[in-house]
């Protein structure tokens, strides 16, 4: 008669988790159930071994190790972050000085002479841009350029 | 008449700097962390460290705790999380080690042989011992939930809040620990009832 007896609703029971509706008929039937009843005998005894069995305790220090354990990764976090925002900064900056260099390089270097080959022959040769123009032979950028701007 | 402020002005209290307040919630909370880990893993050795370890995430996180659940159920979510990822890497030790799991087994046998001829104190800790063990032959699933429900006496609601499950698991699952622990304990319970 094993399926009788209300198994689940026992440890349901025993935890105070019936309603009372549901508990009426638990106790009920407990009144008339030899095995039921032992059953919930054993909860019972089961919890109590569980709290005997939970006798572990900390050492009388344990609240300062845990506050020096948890300020010293505060710590390390702290100049750990500091250590990244100095290295971001320190890049940031070389980036910079490397960009400014460059760029100050590339405008203060004189521009290569270009070859430039006659190809305004009707160019009178009294013209700037005539003489440069009519010019055989290497010119710098800067002097073509300022020769077409005057034509 | 002085009364102790409760973990909500605790909570606030830290938050504004106050360590004296995070040092308060340490000692009220600190022996129930302690052996929710105990009877979870079932061994001593590393119950201070994972104690400490629990600490210094509640130490971190205080600061962004909401109150949408009380502190001890966000407390020993933390210390159960803990606990899952330590049954894991055991899980992961015991595979690639079987010598170190022979190994534990044959010293604990020593120490039981040793003990038993021990006084009626030490015949108790032994019979405290057998309860733990048995805890640790079932899943870790089980053995949170019944662990959570017989020490720490949690309702299902306030289990299932901790743990993020339905009511209907915590339910089942306390049943079938139960009735796994019963098994297990058989003899036991014949000798002590």
Partial sequence: MKTNHP?????????????????????????????????????????????????VSLPDNFVYSVLRSARREDENTVVWLSTEKLARNVVVVLSVVVLALVGLGTFLRPEPPIRVDRYLISEPTDTLAGQVLGTQGEISKDVMVYAVLTK | MEHSPDDFQLVEAFRKGDEKAFEEIVRRYQRQVANIIYLTLGSREEVDDLSQEVFIRVYRSLGRFQ???????????????????EVRRRRIRKAVSLEFFTERRLEGEKRTKERATASDEVLNDEKKKVVVEALQKLSPVHRIVITLREYEDMSYEEIAKTLHISTQAVKSRIFRAREELRKLLKDYFKERL
């Fill in chain 1, 7 to 55: 198994e689940q609703l026992l440890s349901l029971y025993v935890d105070n988790e019936l309603t009372g509706e549901e508990r009426r008929e638990v106790s009920e039937h407990l009144a008339s159930c030899e095995s039921c009843r032992l059953s919930i005998e054993e909860m019972r005894a089961l919890r109590v071994r569980i709290k005997e069995a939970a006798d």
């Fill in chain 2, 67 to 85: 109150f949408d659940a009380s502190l001890y159920s966000w407390i020993y979510r933390i210390a159960v999380n803990l606990c899952i990822d």
